[in-house]
């Protein structure tokens, strides 16, 4: 049996025509998205699988007003009726790209026609994203922004114009191959390596991108973690391929750290290039993940913490110390969560506290050296030794769940924090790139 919970707006997968949808729950806690469109028919789709409490998730979130999101997300961006302000603000800097991934939000490397935007063009456009949205974390992307020989200026330049933070979206093919290019964009001021890690075998690299690249990344990990940039690993999570992989991912992350500060987990999305339409069994939803994550590295479902400048379906985030026997101590727990909004500004201050690397401090006076023993990390860990091993060895387990054109929620789109420059206007993520189904 099914139950209403929630009405919302989405779009039909076939022609992107907003509609009416409603959200429905049944006795198991599975959680479906439902629509009809009048030219191409009824479509449902699961959003929850019950694995996590709903209602204890959603935080008392008040549903889509019946009035807002009639026109989304075609003529999407910062409108009146957006909640939210840009806490990370994306700019494509080429589509050109030296992978074919089967999973590409941007399409990276199909249009080999399209020239990159020149740098003049690109400044013009960081100042633009400054005057409109503040000072956001940039995040440089394409395709494959490396394949840019001047990246280390737009980097420059976006600290000179106000940029709280830059970081960098790539496969790390260059950064492993080519360590003075990373050590320029170091030199520049880059904060944050967002690097595409999908697993620990190459198995996974070869089904999802093509190539055996761990070897490649780990490499690229290293280099960034010797000029002091923060590296969070950024894993595409789909069913048959890695979800087996989540819990020797984070035990990886935990033997790169501090150089790895955190993983970002990506429920796969089917949005740009993919391989095919997808069944409900190809489907990973939030809940699921957390689930596998917990059963797979040993950690409780109680760590995660839902969102707050971002809709709380939109992901997750979670803060731990790993301890010398592989544990990972909480230190985040859905019990903090608060039922208050986040800024823009605070999640952003978030992101950069857990994913830069801090700048180099003494270790604070104690029993241990650098807070690495077995007696700093007891539970008589001093304050000073348990605030240093926050900043400098804390991992940060967070995810986004993305939303196409099956299961977008116009909900959950008027409180993105994630937005994308594209030509003079400021959008949503996942307005940007929604694409329909064939």
Known sequence: METVIRHTRSVCPVCLRNLPACLTKSDDGQVLLNKTCPEHGSFRVPVWQGMVDWDQWLLETP???AAKGLCCPESCGLCSEHESGSCCVL????ARCNLRCRFCFARGGERTDIPDPDLGELKRSIRDIVQQ???PLLQLSGGEPTLRDDLDELVRFAREAGCSYVQ???NGIRLAQEPKYAE??????LDIVFLQFDGTRDEVYETLRGAALLETKTEAIRICGALGIGVTLVPTVVPGVNDSDLGDLV???CRMAPAVRGIHFQPVSYFGRYPSKPEDTARYTLDRLMADLSAQAGIPLS????SRCDHPLCGFHSVFLPEPS???RPLSSISHSSHSRGSARDNREYVARHWRRAPAESAPVSNASAGLSSEVLSDEMDFDTFLYRLRHESLTLSAMAFQDAMNLNIERLHRCSLHVYDHGKVRPFCAKYLSPFE
């Open 168 to 170: 960098l979206n790539t």
């Open 251 to 253: 035990a990886l992350a």
């Open 303 to 306: 760590s995660f913490m839902p």
């Open 184 to 189: 320029r964009l170091a030199e520049a001021g």
């Open 326 to 328: 592989g544990r990972l």
């Open 133 to 135: 949205c503040g000072q």
């Open 91 to 94: 700019l494509e800097v080429t």
């Open 63 to 65: 549903p889509l007003s």
